[in-house]
Structure formats: C-alpha cells, structure tokens
C-alpha cells in the first residue's frame, strides 16, 4: 500500500469520532421542566416520547433532551428555567403545574415554550388567546380548575349523606383561589359546609389529616396539585386510616388506592405535548398552534375501597365511569 494511500486512509477513521462527534453536536436539544420528580412522572414521560415519535423524533437518535426537576420545590422553578435557557435549548416543555411556564416565560422570550396546565392559560397570562397564543408560548390545557364543580358533584353521587366537605389545598399549587372559589360555589349550591385545609408539605398534609379525629368530615376533596399527586400514596393511605371517602383529580390516585378521579386523560396531554414539541423542531411557530383543550374526561372509581368504606356504587355512576377498578 502506498504511503499516500495509507495516511488517506487513517485521515478518514481518525475523522470519524469528529463526524460523530459534529453530528450529536448538531442533535437539538429539548429542555424538559417539571415541578416534581423523575420517580412521579416515569409513565407520563413515556407518553411525552411517544409524541416526540409520532412528530419524527427519538430520544438519543435525533434528539437530545435535559431534564429540570424541582422536587417539589417550586422556589427552584426560575432558576432551572434559567438553566435551560443558557445552554440555549431549542425549545422548553414544561409539565405539573402552570408555575413551570410561568417560570419559563419569564426566562425567555424568544425559545419556544410548549406548557401543559390544569388553569386557565389565558388567565394564567400564558397566552393572549387560545386560537392565537401570541409570543413563544402554546400548549395543552386539560381544564383541571374548570372541572372542579363537576368533581364535586360526582363526591356528592357517592356519598350522598354527606353535609360536610374537607377541601385539602396547596396554597402554593396551581391557581388555589380560583378552584376554592368554584368548589365554595359549588358547595353552596349543594347545601354543603366547606372545610379549607392548607397543606404544602408532607408533614402538613399529616396534620390536615390529624384534624378530621376532631373535625369529622363526611368527605374529602382532594385540590389540584403537582405536589399531591407525588404524594398520592400518602393521601390514599391517610384516607383510607380515617375511612374518608375522597375525590381526585386524577385516575394516578385511583390506581393507588383512592375512592374516585375525575380529569383529563394525562397520558394523551402528555403525548400531545410531545407532539406539539416535536412540531416546533420541524419549524412550526408557538403563536401559530393554538392552545389544546382537553375533551375527554374519565371517571374513575376504585370499586374495592368504596367497598371498604361502606359504600354503595350506584348503578348510574357504574355506567358513567371510564373504568371500575375492582
């Protein structure tokens, strides 16, 4: 072999690695925000891949993505937007709670933002508008505070001997003073007394707890929050203790254990999320993809632990349920 050829030769593999190297470089990057926990959202994110899928992208292959958790800790939330936002990520998904996107928005104008939120995005000040969101900002809003009468409503079905109602709320949480304002209004149409219990933390959800001894609540409304469902083994648990029949925001509870949810489909508005991301990589504008409301809501009664609580399932409730866990 001639010494030209040779050095050519070694020329081209020792380029290689940099080839590959240049390539992975070129990988864009999706920055993932969310006000949990890994542990909490191992399903959902694999609902928010296979939308990255269906628009065209897998992780590792053609994408890259750099996951933000807060553990819980929604102090944390701008300073990991802020992170994503100077390792100059394409575009930022954001999940859990309207806090994230809040976050993010005000970390960027310019780097598209895809959110999932249960609040109104308009009221939120996410968007200008639903059809025409405006700025970097578009998602999916799965009508978790909207939803709150009818999640009321359907507590009522199941236990309909009950006049007085503990509503557990995180006074950080998403949008608590307009889901307090729907489920008082709610109540009171009902002729139902309201309890409010603040809880932030896992020691005062035990406290909210440690009241019903002296309170007696006939139920429990149980508010929508990032934080409680990654603490729905505890609520299920401390429930199921004081034998009070609880309603939820989502079915993630009922597997768990809890009376009755009663939201979105999370797993589709997870996945639709990873669409829309996907959407942006190929090129399309936040301001032209208009918000997603959900529009298929489950109910989900976990049959067995009505059982346990002395309840009895009306058969109207039976054959409006999504699914009857037994």
Known sequence: MRRRHFITLLGGAAAWPLTARAQQSAMPVIGFLNPTSLDSNVDHLRAFRQGLKEAGYVEGENVAIEYRWAENQIDRMPALAAELVRKQVAVIATTGATSAASAAKAATTTIPIVFLTGADPVESGLVASLARPGGNLTGINILTIELTAKRLELLRELVPAATRVAVLVN???PAPETMLRDVEAAA???????????????????????SFVRERPDALFVGPDPFFVSRRVQLVHLASRHAVPAAYTQRDYADAGGLMSYGSNLMDAFRQVGVYTGRILKGAKPTDLPVVQASKFELVINHETARMLGLTVSDKLLATAYEVIE
């Open 171 to 173: 006074p950080a949480g």
């Open 188 to 210: 009171r149409a009902m002729g139902l007394q309201v309890q409010v219990l603040n809880a932030g933390t896992s020691q005062e959800i035990n406290a909210a707890f440690a």
